[in-house]
């Protein structure tokens, strides 16, 4: 089937106005951009960035007067390098659906544009927030060199479980992992943010501090803990038992997305009209260590 000059120009026209809706719809599932600051100035077609994580030694100290035995201290870099891969999926319309539309005015669908946006949506997320390990890929949630600490279990031993646990018990565990972080870094980084697994932020959202106190258990711990920092608490379904507390702050990490979703220009295979689609990525980059603690149990 041969289109005129004049048909191709309306046709391209057409995937136009299709890509610039597609680009138009709202993100919803990219959670994990809203969780993690952007790292910024990285080129779509890098293969690797490079990137320095952060240490600090040394202490300050009371001195006598004309002392000249001032403790050294330092902040050493260390460079890291992430490889960028490419994400990719496509849509397409047949000749017979184009012409149709041309001769007859049938409009063609937008579903197989909305869905190649929202897989790789979705594939980056995932891939952000729990990496991909046969692309040696890390994400928010399973940094290896992240410090891990264990929730205790409940008053009869049964469960760590925060669905099993008293409101003081919840309490005392959201404690330990602020004393956990302050371990790690002596209280230079303070931590703002708690992301939780769906089953523990679900009980603490639908469950009453007492029955006398319509209160939920959410509200009131987000009280509580403001004042030692945690002001952002959120859930994900990709966290199960674990939860991540950590500065949310490009000092401490980033997302590495070079390229969030771009569609190319459509190119004719036999009798169809593909729009390749893809992504660039990097996964999550953790560049202070002192700046983030896993929790396990919850």
């Not at 000059?5 to 951009?33: H, P, S, V, W």
Request: contains cysteine.
């Amino acid at each position: 089937m041969n289109f005129s000059d004049k048909q191709k120009a309306l046709i391209l026209a057409l995937f136009g106005k299709i890509a610039n809706e597609t680009y138009g719809l709202e993100r919803d599932a990219l959670g994990a951009t809203k969780f993690i600051p952007a790292q910024g100035g990285l080129s779509p077609w890098l293969t690797s960035w490079a990137y320095k994580t952060v240490s600090e030694v040394g202490m300050a100290k009371f001195i006598a007067d004309y002392a000249d035995d001032l403790p050294p201290v330092a902040r050493l870099m260390k460079l890291e390098t992430v490889g960028i891969k490419t994400i990719a999926d496509a849509y397409a319309y047949s000749e017979f659906e184009l012409q149709q539309w041309l001769t007859a005015g049938i409009d063609v669908s937008r579903d197989d544009a909305e869905t190649a946006r929202r897989k790789i949506d979705d594939k980056v997320d995932e891939v952000l927030l729990v990496g991909d390990t046969e692309q040696g890929i890390t994400g928010l949630f399973n940094n290896a060199n992240v410090t891990v600490v264990s929730v205790t279990s409940n008053a009869g031993t049964t469960s760590t479980k925060w669905k099993d646990k008293t409101l003081d018990e919840i309490v005392a565990d959201v404690n330990a992992i602020i004393d956990a972080g302050y371990a790690l870094n002596k209280g230079s980084i303070v931590l703002d943010s708690i992301i939780l697994p769906h089953e523990a932020f679900a009980h603490i959202a639908t469950t009453r501090v007492s029955q006398y106190d319509g209160t939920s258990i959410l509200d009131y711990l987000k009280k509580l803990f403001a004042a030692q920092g945690i002001v952002n608490w959120n859930e994900s379904r990709k966290l199960t038992g674990r939860a991540v507390a950590y500065k949310k702050a490009p000092s401490v990490l980033a997302y590495v997305l070079p390229e969030p979703f771009r569609q190319k220009e459509p190119q004719a295979h036999a009798l169809h009209y593909k729009v390749p689609c893809y992504a660039r990525i990097g996964g999550t980059v953790i560049k202070n260590l002192k700046g983030i603690v896993y929790a396990d149990g919850v």
